[in-house]
């Protein structure tokens, strides 16, 4: 099946991979990471939204050090409302022509895009050299996020970053998400040098469903 075209921001995940020293105990990659992935209950309901086993593959090591942050709990706290993005994504948001809006209409765009630069200030504090982030969200969704809102039929996605993952990236900071397994795997032979490197594993461009969605 043919896949979609690599995105530029796993471009500079790779060349950040690639030239970065070698991480150790006594000196860890900073790596950002989003909260609900760390375990934290700062999704809309309170919850983790199941995903504290997405990095089951990074964790015990001491030569990474976590930087979690929830962008959207800094901004609206938690339990919240849904939001998503309206009429383009993370980027469109920082340039004036898309709206975070929640599922009852409230808009939280000037809240997230401060709660963005918050946590770029943050990483930049810790010297991070890479976030991994939970994708699908409107403000940590780094390949694919909802088109609207997701409870919309059918719901629609659009290829794109959320508000923070944008943030990040126009900064220079590289940005991956939990599904992209390609990278994930360059990211472990980093991380572990003995890691063997599973060929088969695709990043979320590459999965056949992302395919189907935006077409190969
Ligand atoms: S904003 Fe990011 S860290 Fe917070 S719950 Fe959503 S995906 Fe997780």
Known sequence: MP????PDHLRRVWAA????PDPTAQRPWPILVSGC?????????GTSYGMERALDLLRGLDNLRWVPVCPEHMAFGTP???PDLHDGDGHAALDGHARFL???GQDGTAGI??????ALTLAQREGVVLAVLTDMSAACGTQVISLG?????PRRFQRGMGVMAATLDRAGIPVMSQRDH???QRLLSRLRPEHSVDPAALDHHEHPWTVATFGG
């Open 17 to 20: 991979l690639d030239t970065l």
């Open 149 to 153: 809102a997701r409870s919309d039929s």
């Open 182 to 184: 390609r990278t994930m």
């Open 113 to 118: 895009i401060a709660a963005a630069a918050e």
């Open 80 to 82: 919240r409302r849904m």
């Open 37 to 45: 992935m760390m375990s934290w209950g700062c999704g809309i309901d």
């Open 102 to 104: 929640f599922d009852d």
């Open 3 to 6: 896949s979609l075209p690599t």
